[in-house]
């Protein structure tokens, strides 16, 4: 394995203002369906709040119940005020803290659309989610409910897998050079101004030339590494010492970042994603897609930004 190349931003006085501006101050949108699993996206949004001194909103959306439910079942396996009531109280002890400002939801219907709505409506800064289901107190998916949600917001989407330990302390950012990888780099320095980024990224030799001839590997990782300066020669507003390295290596995407965060104990990985326009409608990016599923350790989700915002 390379070992990580280390980076020097060239200083800019107004560089952390504007890499700030990416991202708005607004709350911290918490999504749980209140598992045993989204105990961890709990305990991640208050401290991320409480880092970021803004207020954190926690929603749970009661799905609808399956047309067999029994009628004789416990009220709080039913959608019912009871229910709605039980939610809101254990959400309430949760996050009874005095430092943070908390503001609580429980609403009924698609779990995807009830998150957009709240997010548009506050201006949320970020979206935290866990990847727990819970038959009994409704469920968020994490393929489906993930992809809707990069389709139809702009804001990031941190889905938390492992139990927080203090603010991150190191994250990998994947890049495959695009302007969506970019913006996702610049999303990243902004809101997590105390993280040490690793710039990642992984290229492919065409099979079959890996050992054609003497050198074409030193060749390849030199044009990779040329091509990684460039880009971040090209993306403005970093603030000085982001990212603090960067990484290129050969192979294949997923398997080497899994392998690196793996062996490094990342604790978080960040990637863009493509909002694709047309008969196609919006999507998450395969690559993107596939990393919530393989890596162990937290995943933030940047969409592009929308050529007409700029």
Known sequence: MSAPTEYSAPLSSSASLATASLVSNGPILLATDLSARCDRALDRAVVLAKARGVPLIALHV???APAT????????R??????????RYRLGLDLDDPELAVEIHVESGDAADRI???ATRHGCSLIVTGIARDESLGKLLLGSTVKKLVRHVAVPVLVVKNRPHGGYRDAVVATDFSPESRHALQVAAALFPSTSLLLFHAYDTPFGMRRLAEGLGDDAQRDAQLEMDEFLAATPDLPAGVPART?????EPETLLSDYVFAQRCEMVVAGTRRIKGIMGAMVGSVAERLLEALPCDVLLVRG????SK
């Open 62 to 64: 009661l799905e609808s």
């Open 69 to 76: 439910a029994s009628p004789a079942a416990p009220s709080w």
């Open 78 to 87: 039913r959608l019912s005020e009871d229910h709605r009531e039980l939610a």
């Open 116 to 118: 957009v709505e709240l």
């Open 247 to 251: 990484l290129v290596q050969d192979g």
């Open 305 to 308: 930004a929308d050529p007409d």
